[in-house]
């Protein structure tokens, strides 16, 4: 990681989620992040977790595979 850049990683979830589902993606997202800071030395202080349930889907959740493909964590370098 770029020493002054900061990252955000994202549990994203192909269907409709209420606020408790995004705290719970949230939750499945912070292993990702405790990862990169145990492994790889990133500073905790740059990095969060978020769940954002069905937002910003990358295909359509009208089929299996579509939901398949929106279930994802992405790392976003900010």
Known sequence: MVPS???????KLGKK???AAER???RRAEPV???L???YNAAPERLTAK?????????SNDSPEGKA???RVEFIKQ
């Open 5 to 11: 850049a900061h990252g955000q990683i994202l549990k």
């Open 17 to 19: 989620a209420g606020k």
């Open 24 to 26: 719970t993606l949230e």
């Open 33 to 35: 992040m405790n990862t």
């Open 37 to 39: 800071i145990s492994l």
């Open 51 to 59: 769940g954002l349930g069905e937002k910003q889907p990358v295909r």
């Open 69 to 71: 493909q929106n279930r």
